[in-house]
């Protein structure tokens, strides 16, 4: 997440069985909404601002992620 080109979401889908998107929607919604990321369909990355409090954002997804 921390690396420009973030998250591919339909590869870590494929290839764990994890839908993190389906899982944390909300959460990355509201990083959306607040201009810290961005959703493409199949990508989740964090913008400039974003990546100032990218390990905030982790902790926010992770534990959302151990429900799946």
């Known amino acids: 997440l921390r690396l420009s080109k973030g998250i591919d979401l339909y590869e870590l889908k494929k290839k764990y069985g994890v839908d993190l998107y389906e899982a944390c929607k909300d959460d990355i919604s509201g990083f959306v909404e607040a201009?810290?990321?961005v959703y493409t369909g199949d990508r989740?990355?964090?913008t400039d601002s974003?990546?100032?409090v990218g390990d905030g954002i982790v902790n926010r997804l992770?534990?959302?992620?151990?429900t799946i």
């Not at 992770?62 to 151990?66: E, I, T």
């Open 62 to 66: 992770l534990p959302s992620a151990d």
């Open 44 to 46: 989740f990355y964090l």
């Open 50 to 52: 974003g990546l100032w």
């Open 35 to 37: 201009g810290l990321g």
